[in-house]
């Protein structure tokens, strides 16, 4: 696979992939069980690394880069296997974001802890 895969070539991949090596799709149901067994996964690491939690001495030296891509290769599946078209529906979501949220985040004084929000280079309310 090369490095600057897109979201739909990654789509078509998966999918021969499961067809070819995993024989089939597991339930949307099980997918799901796994994708919340991967986003735990996840969640160690980053608790671990950039949490207050620590790893016991014995364990192998954590890879999120490849938790990661386990948890995207599970949600790929499931919007295989229910038909969602991930490019259109990320471009979608984005355009959503950035419609409702143009000024909500430059406004938050929690996100300028270090520095006066008045100061921030973004957009003010319109």
């Known amino acids: 696979m090369k490095n600057d895969t897109g979201i739909g070539e990654y789509q078509e991949m ?12 597991f339930s949307e149901l099980t997918n799901l069980g796994i994708l919340l ?3 735990g996964e996840v969640a160690r690491i980053m608790t671990r690394v950039y949490g207050d939690q620590s790893f016991k001495r014995e364990e192998p030296a954590p890879d999120l880069g490849d938790e990661l891509a386990d948890l995207m290769f599970v949600l790929v599946c499931i919007a295989n296997q229910t038909g969602v078209d991930l490019p259109e529906a990320l471009a979608r979501n984005l355009a959503k974001k950035s419609a409702r949220d143009k000024t909500r985040h430059w406004n938050n004084p929690k996100l300028f802890k270090d520095r006066d929000p008045g100061s921030a280079p973004g ?3 319109d």
């Open 123 to 125: 957009p003010t309310d």
């Open 14 to 25: 998966v999918d021969r992939w499961v067809k070819e090596v995993g024989v089939r799709y």
């Open 37 to 39: 067994e991967e986003a």
